[in-house]
């Protein structure tokens, strides 16, 4: 009837047999298994909306093997690298940076210099290979990486975050995660080089300004108008 929940069931038949063991009637068990669909229903739901959210990601998102090899990768690779994601699968992520990052990053490599270190003496290296999670895992390591085809791709600045997936204490592999910062690196360039020509123009001038934020009354002031002024700090 309309309105009624769909249920699903699993049965199972076996025979039954007489006293001269010979099959006479089949007797069959039915096992209400619609818990366990709806589970699966809304994992697999679930799994899909993940995978759209990370295909549709502007940044780059892999996943590495416990042993460096991209196992899954992103439709951004296509725009920033100039690969297909299928064409990065199997590939060791050492490929695609440039040999001082991934000397520098490389887990394998970087750990065994740090044995017989007292703790403490060496700082936390960012590894790319990360195998921690956070809140100390790799995050905001910036990385050069080499593209399919320079002369399609033009160099770009990326920051990646990596961290490690565990199954209890099974090591799965990492998680990658690298954002082009190109933009944002041009754009804080451009804001260092107009501060630095404001400076110079109001030192030739002898011209001095300050600021005031009308919620907290703090005032900023320019170099040259303290020293205008005579006020130091």
Not at 19 to 36: E, L
Not at 162 to 183: K, S, Y
Not at 209 to 215: A, P
Request: charged share 35%; hydrophobic share 35%.
């Amino acid at each position: 009837a309309s309105g009624r929940q769909k249920r699903h069931f699993m049965v199972v038949k076996f025979p039954l047999c007489d006293d001269k063991r010979q099959a006479c009637r089949v007797c069959s068990i039915a096992y209400d298994m619609t818990d366990y669909e709806q589970v699966r229903e809304a994992l697999r739901q679930s799994e899909e909306k993940y995978r759209t959210m990370i295909q549709t990601s502007p940044d780059l998102i892999w996943l590495l093997d416990p042993e460096g090899r991209i196992q899954e990768a992103n439709n951004a690779s296509r725009e920033l690298l100039g690969y297909e994601p299928d064409e990065l699968k199997g590939m060791d992520f050492r490929q695609l940076f440039e040999p001082e990052a991934a000397e520098a990053h490389d887990r394998e490599r970087v750990l065994p210099q740090l044995c017989g270190l007292r703790r403490g003496r060496a700082r936390a290296p960012k590894l790319i290979n990360e195998r921690r999670q956070p809140p100390r895992s790799t995050s905001q390591l910036e990385v050069r990486l080499i593209p399919k085809d320079c002369t399609v791709c033009p160099p770009r600045h990326f920051e990646l975050s990596a961290c490690g997936l565990w199954r209890g204490m099974v090591f799965l592999g990492t998680m990658v995660v690298i954002r082009d910062t190109t933009e944002r690196r041009k754009a804080e360039e451009e804001l260092r080089e107009s501060r630095e020509l404001l400076a110079h123009t109001q030192a030739i001038g002898g011209i001095g300004g300050f600021t005031t934020n009308l919620d907290t009354r703090e005032r900023k002031w320019t170099d040259e108008l303290r020293r205008l002024l005579g006020v130091d700090g």
